[in-house]
């Protein structure tokens, strides 16, 4: 599938060269903003086959966008998107939406439908794409949710889930017509430990096992850290650094430290730019 | 089988409902009986249609069997010339029919009863109803109910 | 130059939102076959848009059948005319009555339900997650909407418009003792079963249309926020409403 791990983690360097196929992904200086509010300028990366890369960065650095950008869901204003070669931008609909069947994307609160079940919610992406059977369909199902631990709540109603659980059926969802690139948008956020321990567990069983392509969008570095075979760090709209989990910690930018250390000291401070505070206690009383 | 669900069930009453009402509306409140389906046409002459007005239903025996399409005053016959479209269900009308004007209760509406005859032959299209009742005028009647004479209008 | 453009460029703004409107229109009705192929999901949203505005429906007809009758009724015994009265309200229901208030309750209840539905899912990343499991949204999602409202309204037309010649029946003859007879009969004799009822469920057919595109649209691009989904429920009552009242003195002028 790929190389060993305790391999990679030796190399870090610019030279090495990442595990490609079908299912690499390449960013290369891709432009992206709403109106003036520019997100990425000159951003480049590559996502290796079949490894689970790691995309870390600060809240608000566009980190879900790029998700955006990898399932032609956003359009780069200059630059290129590529999947497997093929670019994603230029894409027609129907081209489009051939290359999705081979993606499965997991959402940041999950985005189940909420007027369907949770056996409906699985069973959805099947009924769509192809005419199975009534009974393969639940077969197919069943051994989804096996798989996510959560069988005995195939009745259950979105609304009826914890936070954890949403996320182990959207899980399900996404990966029931077998992808072979997976998106994790914020998988951790807002989950208690043992339903993150879980989530991490499911990402790296299904990469371990069945070589799907994994990018993981967070901002938990630590956890990022420990499961990510690549990572890289974004902010600003660039790519600040890269390399394996190993190499990230060693790293001497002030920046990569604060971020990855989690200190409030640091280069990006902890204050919003603002005048003295002695103006603002003592000098004249400031307008709403 | 397939477990009957009661959505469809209160969707298949909703569209039910809403055919039926759209039935009772053609049916119990426009001319649609007797306006759309194959109709033929004939013609009855008046001394005096009354308030009789275009669109008045003709009936026999109470039960609407065509309409009145014009109303005009034939110069030649000196006669109120009435045409009257009257529905294909209803081929079988003895040629020596009487058609008179009659009025819906006390002050209702008027409209043209037609009483069959005993003739083998039947009324088609472009015929002509030759026994007819005007409308009965109220003031005429009383003036000759004060005369104690004359003769009634045929 | 500068206000030369500044002049111009709310009239584009106003053309490309109608475009968008449109090229919405032109998508819904192509996809529309593709719905009739799988009739479960049309069948539930009919019961959505449909089945559970009947009893409001019902009951508003009901009522404007029985208040336009009392009107009517202390109107034409001024002229001494109370034997025309079936047929004045029975024109006034089919005519115009009965499509323009179905329409605009119709945007109240089932409008405001489709956009918040709507404006909902795109809050909730669902039609994301639909897009991104290379599944149309708009299939999926709008057209077997789209398709329910526009059969719905018709029906509901209906429905309102015999409610309403029931409640003037109640008033007219149960009430105020007109002879029945004399009732229907100025009705049949008045209401043309072409130019009448006939025009007035094409009418609301159009109605249909205008109020589901407008309610579908306004939720479907909705901004992804609890205030946006707030905002589009909002919008989609007032553009359906005022696009109504607009259709329908314009097909009026054409239709009579």
Same mark, same amino acid.
């Given at each position: 599938?790929?190389?060993?791990?305790?391999?990679?983690?030796?190399?870090?360097?610019?030279?090495?060269?990442?595990?490609?196929?079908?299912?690499?992904?390449?960013?290369?200086?891709?432009? =992206?903003?709403?109106?003036?509010?520019?997100?990425?300028?000159?951003?480049?990366?590559?996502?290796?086959?079949?490894?689970?890369?790691?995309?870390?960065?600060?809240?608000?650095?566009?980190?879900?966008?790029?998700?955006?950008?990898?399932?032609?869901?956003?359009?780069?204003?200059?630059?290129?998107?590529?999947?497997?070669?093929?670019?994603?931008?230029?894409?027609?609909?129907?081209?489009?939406?051939?290359?999705?069947?081979?993606?499965?994307? +997991?959402?940041?609160?999950?985005?189940?439908?909420?007027?369907?079940?949770?056996?409906?919610?699985?069973? =959805?992406?099947?009924?769509?794409?192809?005419?199975?059977?009534?009974?393969?369909?639940?077969?197919?199902?069943?051994?989804?949710?096996?798989?996510?631990?959560?069988?005995?709540?195939?009745?259950?109603?979105?609304?009826?889930?914890?936070?954890?659980?949403?996320?182990?059926?959207?899980?399900?969802?996404?990966?029931?017509?077998?992808?072979?690139?997976?998106?994790?948008?914020?998988?951790?956020? @807002?989950?208690?430990?043992?339903?993150?321990?879980?989530?991490?567990?499911?990402?790296?069983?299904?990469?371990?096992?069945?070589?799907?392509?994994?990018?993981? &969008?967070?901002?938990?570095?630590?956890?990022?850290?420990?499961?990510?075979?690549?990572?890289?760090?974004?902010?600003?709209?660039?790519?600040?650094?890269?390399?394996?989990?190993?190499?990230?910690?060693?790293?001497?930018?002030?920046?990569?430290?604060?971020?990855?250390?989690?200190?409030?000291?640091?280069?990006?401070?902890?204050?919003?730019?603002?005048?003295?505070?002695?103006?603002? +206690?003592?000098?004249?009383?400031?307008?709403? | 089988?397939?477990?009957?669900?009661?959505?469809?069930?209160?969707?298949?009453?909703?569209?039910?409902?809403?055919?039926?009402?759209? =039935?009772? +509306?053609?049916?119990?409140?426009?001319?649609?009986?007797?306006?759309?389906?194959?109709?033929?046409?004939?013609?009855?002459?008046?001394?005096?249609?009354?308030?009789?007005? &275009?669109?008045?239903?003709?009936?026999?025996?109470?039960?609407?069997?065509?309409?009145?399409?014009?109303?005009?005053?034939?110069?030649?016959?000196?006669?109120?010339?009435?045409?009257?479209?009257?529905?294909?269900?209803?081929?079988?009308?003895?040629?020596?029919?009487?058609?008179?004007?009659?009025?819906?209760?006390?002050?209702?509406?008027?409209?043209?009863?037609?009483?069959?005859?005993?003739?083998?032959?039947?009324?088609?299209?472009?015929?002509?109803?030759?026994?007819?009742?005007?409308?009965?005028?109220?003031?005429?009647?009383?003036?000759?109910?004060?005369?104690?004479?004359?003769?009634?209008?045929? | 130059?500068?206000?030369? %453009?500044?002049?111009?460029?709310?009239?584009?703004?106003?053309?490309?939102?109608?475009?968008?409107?449109?090229?919405? +229109?032109?998508?819904?009705?192509?996809?529309?076959?593709?719905?009739?192929?799988?009739?479960?999901?049309?069948?539930?949203?009919?019961?959505?848009?449909?089945?559970?505005?009947?009893?409001?429906?019902?009951?508003?007809?009901?009522?404007?059948?029985?208040?336009?009758?009392?009107?009517?009724?202390?109107?034409?015994?001024?002229?001494?005319?109370?034997?025309?009265?079936? %047929?004045?309200?029975?024109?006034?229901?089919?005519?115009?009555?009965?499509?323009?208030?179905?329409?605009?309750?119709?945007?109240?209840?089932?409008?405001?339900?489709?956009?918040?539905?709507?404006?909902?899912?795109?809050?909730?990343?669902?039609?994301?997650?639909?897009?991104?499991?290379?599944?149309?949204?708009?299939?999926?999602?709008?057209?077997?909407?789209?398709?329910?409202?526009?059969?719905?309204?018709?029906?509901?037309?209906?429905?309102?418009?015999?409610?309403?010649?029931?409640?003037?029946?109640?008033?007219?003859?149960?009430?105020? @003792?007109?002879?029945?007879?004399?009732?229907?009969?100025?009705?049949?004799?008045?209401?043309?079963?072409?130019?009448?009822?006939?025009?007035?469920?094409?009418?609301?057919?159009?109605?249909?249309?205008?109020?589901?595109?407008?309610?579908?649209?306004?939720?479907?691009?909705?901004?992804?926020?609890?205030?946006?989904?707030?905002?589009?429920?909002?919008?989609?009552?007032?553009?359906?409403?005022?696009?109504?009242?607009?259709?329908?003195?314009?097909?009026?002028?054409?239709?009579?």
């Amino acid at each position: 599938m790929t190389t060993p791990s305790s391999s990679r983690q030796l190399t870090g360097s610019a030279d090495f060269i990442l595990p490609s196929g079908r299912n690499t992904i390449r960013v290369q200086d891709v432009d =992206f903003g709403y109106g003036s509010r520019v997100v990425f300028s000159g951003l480049d990366l590559t996502v290796p086959e079949g490894q689970i890369t790691a995309i870390l960065g600060p809240s608000g650095s566009g980190k879900s966008t790029l998700i955006e950008l990898m399932t032609g869901q956003k359009k780069a204003l200059r630059g290129q998107v590529e999947v497997g070669g093929e670019e994603v931008g230029a894409l027609s609909r129907q081209a489009l939406y051939r290359l999705r069947r081979r993606m499965g994307v +997991l959402f940041q609160d999950g985005a189940l439908f909420t007027d369907l079940s949770v056996f409906e919610n699985v069973a =959805f992406p099947v009924r769509e794409h192809t005419h199975l059977a009534e009974a393969l369909i639940h077969h197919l199902v069943f051994m989804k949710l096996e798989a996510v631990g959560l069988r005995g709540a195939h009745s259950l109603y979105p609304s009826e889930l914890s936070g954890g659980m949403a996320r182990r059926v959207a899980l399900a969802r996404s990966i029931v017509l077998d992808p072979l690139i997976m998106f994790y948008d914020e998988p951790l956020v @807002g989950l208690d430990p043992i339903a993150m321990g879980m989530i991490l567990r499911l990402i790296v069983h299904l990469n371990r096992s069945l070589g799907i392509t994994s990018v993981i &969008v967070s901002h938990d570095v630590t956890e990022m850290l420990e499961v990510a075979d690549w990572c890289y760090l974004i902010a600003e709209g660039r790519v600040q650094g890269a390399g394996s989990p190993a190499v990230i910690r060693e790293m001497e930018s002030p920046w990569v430290r604060q971020f990855v250390s989690g200190s409030a000291e640091g280069p990006v401070p902890f204050h919003y730019p603002s005048r003295e505070y002695t103006a603002d +206690l003592f000098g004249k009383v400031r307008p709403a | 089988m397939r477990p009957i669900r009661t959505l469809e069930v209160i969707t298949g009453l909703f569209v039910l409902l809403g055919v039926a009402a759209l =039935f009772y +509306l053609a049916t119990q409140t426009t001319n649609y009986r007797t306006y759309g389906g194959q109709s033929y046409e004939v013609k009855a002459f008046f001394n005096n249609v009354g308030g009789l007005h &275009v669109g008045a239903p003709v009936r026999m025996g109470g039960v609407t069997v065509g309409r009145v399409t014009v109303i005009r005053y034939s110069m030649k016959r000196y006669q109120a010339e009435v045409d009257l479209l009257i529905s294909d269900h209803y081929d079988k009308i003895p040629a020596d029919s009487t058609a008179a004007i009659l009025t819906q209760g006390v002050l209702g509406e008027q409209y043209i009863g037609v009483s069959p005859g005993g003739a083998p032959t039947f009324l088609h299209n472009g015929s002509t109803i030759h026994f007819t009742q005007s409308a009965i005028i109220l003031e005429n009647l009383l003036g000759q109910l004060l005369t104690h004479g004359g003769h009634s209008g045929k | 130059m500068r206000q030369l %453009g500044s002049l111009v460029r709310p009239i584009l703004e106003f053309c490309a939102a109608l475009g968008r409107r449109l090229h919405f +229109l032109v998508t819904s009705l192509t996809l529309i076959p593709s719905t009739l192929a799988r009739p479960r999901q049309f069948v539930e949203q009919l019961f959505y848009v449909g089945s559970v505005s009947v009893i409001l429906i019902a009951v508003g007809g009901l009522f404007v059948g029985l208040v336009l009758a009392l009107q009517f009724y202390t109107a034409l015994s001024r002229f001494g005319a109370t034997s025309s009265l079936g %047929g004045l309200v029975a024109l006034a229901l089919l005519r115009e009555l009965g499509p323009v208030l179905t329409a605009l309750l119709f945007a109240g209840r089932a409008g405001t339900s489709l956009a918040s539905e709507l404006g909902l899912m795109r809050a909730t990343r669902q039609i994301d997650a639909m897009e991104v499991m290379a599944v149309d949204p708009m299939r999926r999602v709008v057209a077997p909407r789209f398709l329910a409202g526009i059969l719905a309204m018709p029906l509901l037309a209906a429905i309102f418009s015999a409610m309403g010649v029931l409640g003037s029946y109640l008033i007219g003859i149960k009430m105020m @003792g007109l002879d029945p007879g004399v009732f229907w009969s100025s009705m049949r004799h008045e209401v043309r079963f072409h130019a009448d009822l006939v025009n007035g469920m094409v009418k609301s057919l159009i109605f249909g249309v205008a109020c589901s595109l407008i309610s579908l649209y306004e939720g479907f691009h909705a901004r992804p926020t609890a205030e946006g989904v707030g905002q589009a429920t909002t919008r989609s009552v007032v553009i359906s409403s005022m696009a109504i009242l607009a259709l329908d003195f314009l097909l009026t002028s054409f239709m009579y």
